[in-house]
């Protein structure tokens, strides 16, 4: 009797295991503002400008190139990482883009467009700003139409004549970002210029300290799981239901007493808003492709 109990106690134990969500440390996440350096300004305000100073990778190019999918949850344009280019799994978004595909159909072949991950890069920066936020992650998205934030700094690198090496802790460079409002009120960054050659940092305490930050794009943008982004792929919004331990689409559970829900993405939300006013409203909504292309939005 006791062995019977304990191969299945051992089962349970196995299969508790291999259905655990695999990428989510917890249901409930609490984006931390300072992790991240983003481009929006507040309501009203026309213009700014930024300075920020690139951190160098400890291998190779310090611009990380991420897949991601953008969509619309809840009035909220999000960004989730593809699982099929980021791990090699299979991915709702992309399944979907590649059923359409297979229809042949042309407007199915167009709709597929909606559901195709984004190359998008995450670069580690120090807002001058801000320093005492320490290191922050900056994601923005690649544009094909080479007129984005990436063709912008490669277009300031190539232009320098000494000290090309911006991330150079000694003799790098600090940029400055103009940032503007385009014609749908959104904010983009309209210029980059390289500022004159100086140390990272005149604190070779705090120079270390932002040199040996060891956090990739990982550590701070989540990386969902196969089944909350079908919730997503749905049309659904997920919230993580304590009871059954796991993501379910809130319209599934209208009826259960609402305080087993967390709406996590909600909450992400609320919070970012809160805190720096991102003027995206009046446009994100209706934002077609080329605008979106150029928006930055929350973090994963
Ligand atoms: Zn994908």
Not at 98 to 110: F, H, N, R, V
Not at 217 to 224: A, G, T
Not at 239 to 258: G, P, R
């Amino acid at each position: 009797m006791s062995n019977e109990k304990s191969a299945l106690d051992a089962m349970l134990a196995q299969y508790e295991k291999n259905n655990a969500p695999k990428y989510e440390k917890k249901s409930e996440k609490v984006y931390d503002l300072k992790n991240y350096f983003n481009t929006f300004i507040k309501e009203g305000v026309k213009s700014a400008t930024k300075e920020i100073r690139i951190l160098p990778s400890s291998d190779g190019s310090p611009f990380v190139e991420v897949h991601g999918h953008k969509v619309q949850v809840d009035g909220e344009w999000k960004t989730f990482a593809c699982l099929k280019h980021e791990k090699g799994e299979p991915c709702p978004f992309c399944e979907a883009r590649e059923e359409l595909l297979a229809t042949g159909k042309e407007s199915d072949k167009e709709l597929a467009k909606k559901y195709a991950a984004r190359k998008m890069y995450v670069v580690k920066v120090v807002d001058r700003e801000h320093e005492e936020d320490g290191v922050k992650f900056w994601r923005f998205n690649h544009d094909y139409r080479k007129e984005g934030i990436f063709d912008k700094i490669h277009g300031v690198l190539t232009a320098l004549k000494t000290n090309k090496d911006i991330t150079n802790p000694q003799t790098g460079r600090d940029l400055s970002l103009s940032i503007q409002r385009n014609q749908n009120n959104v904010p983009v960054v309209s210029a980059i210029v390289a500022l004159d050659s100086t140390p990272l940092s005149e604190d070779s305490e705090k120079a270390e300290a932002w040199l040996n930050d060891g956090r990739t794009w990982e550590d701070v943008y989540s990386v969902r799981t196969y089944d909350y982004l079908e919730i997503i792929v749905k049309g659904g919004i997920p919230v993580w239901d304590k009871d059954e331990k796991k993501f379910v689409d809130k319209e599934s559970l209208k009826s259960n007493s609402a305080d087993t829900l967390e709406e996590e993405l909600t909450l992400g939300v609320e919070n970012v808003k809160a805190n720096i006013q991102a003027a995206t409203t009046t446009s994100a909504p209706t934002a077609s492709v080329e605008t979106e292309d150029e928006e930055d939005d929350l973090p994963f």
